[in-house]
């Protein structure tokens, strides 16, 4: 073998080197290609944003708002059906019809019509409006929830978007956040509480006597509960009457409110409280029974504001 061979060799050796790089690199350069390719093709993956108006007003788009960024509970639009009004519908729902206003931001009323649409969420809870300069920290303040359960449950939400909602499991909703119209209605709501659980066996307004058969004004709501039932003051206030005599109302209290409210609490069998002395809302104040004129036991409830009695119903819960 002569010199030139060997060197011969050698330079074929590198000639088919240097191909095979510059093969492996042009075949790099057309997958980055292709791979590129693909990648552009495909669209990129966001959550749907919704304007402050769609989401306050289109309720299947807040609830695909929710669907996507609220773990744990489901929203659905509901049709509202014959004979329905919120606290039946809550009350199917498991919740209390505050869950209901908490999640129905658009609502200026507790009446609602037949087909119309409302949010309801498979478990309890409110939605919070997002404020101006909101964080984390003082949503979960302001509700009284741990911070981080509060960003585990909406794990969908990243930046918090004034005008966008927040889920809040199991809490009532914030009055000072409701539109002027429900607040109103809600606080004054707030206000009182039942004297005590049962049955409405009479209600407010035009009715047949049950004793004298005549068309009479029932100005409050009957209770129907066993005697000797503990009654409960329906707000915080102080005892103006407490006595076995009060015409019809047979043994009776009468509490004095603030802002002019007076509760009455009639039909009683016993009284624990007496005239001058403060109560507290829920403080129970008697037992109820079956004097005055009645045909069985109940609790007679009613509320006035100066002179003119007014629907308990619309100021109980
Ligand atoms: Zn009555």
């Given at each position: 073998m002569n010199f030139c061979n060997v060197k011969s060799a050698a330079i074929r050796w590198s000639l088919f080197v240097a191909l095979l790089l510059c093969g492996c690199v042009f075949l790099q350069l057309i997958i980055a290609r292709k791979a590129s390719a693909i990648i552009s093709s495909v669209p990129s993956v966001s959550i749907p944003s919704y304007s402050p108006d769609v989401l306050l007003n289109d309720i299947e788009a807040r609830a695909k708002y929710l669907a996507l960024r609220v773990k744990d509970t489901n929203f659905f639009a509901y049709s509202v059906q014959p004979k329905d009004n919120l606290w039946k519908i809550a009350k199917k729902y498991g919740y209390s019809v505050h869950s209901i206003i908490g999640t129905n931001?658009?609502?200026?009323?507790?009446e609602v019509n037949l087909n119309q649409k409302i949010l309801l969420p498979s478990s309890g809870g409110s939605l919070h409006p997002i404020q101006d300069n909101d964080t984390w920290k003082k949503i979960a303040e302001r509700y009284d929830v741990d911070e981080k359960i509060l960003q585990d449950v909406n794990f969908g939400i990243s930046n918090l978007v004034p005008g966008e909602y927040v889920f809040i499991p199991g809490k009532t909703p914030a009055i000072d956040l409701m539109n002027k119209d429900m607040q109103a209605k809600y606080e004054l709501r707030s206000l009182f509480r039942s004297p005590l659980n049962g049955r409405y066996s009479s209600v407010f307004g035009k009715r047949k006597h049950p004793v004298t058969g005549q068309s009479s004004f029932h100005g409050g709501v009957d209770i129907a509960v066993p005697s000797g039932s503990w009654v409960g003051a329906a707000a915080d206030g102080v005892v103006i009457v407490a006595s076995h005599?009060?015409?019809?109302?047979?043994t009776a209290v009468f509490i004095d409110h603030k802002n002019g409210y007076i509760t009455h609490y009639g039909?009683?069998?016993?009284?624990h409280v007496r005239v001058g002395q403060k109560v507290k809302k829920g403080q129970l104040i008697a037992k109820s029974g079956a004097t005055g004129r009645v045909t069985g036991s109940h609790l007679h409830f009613t509320i006035k504001k100066g002179d003119k009695s007014l629907d308990p119903m619309k100021f109980i819960w």
């Open positions: 931001p658009q609502l200026k009323t507790y005599n009060v015409g019809h109302y047979g039909h009683l069998s016993s009284i």
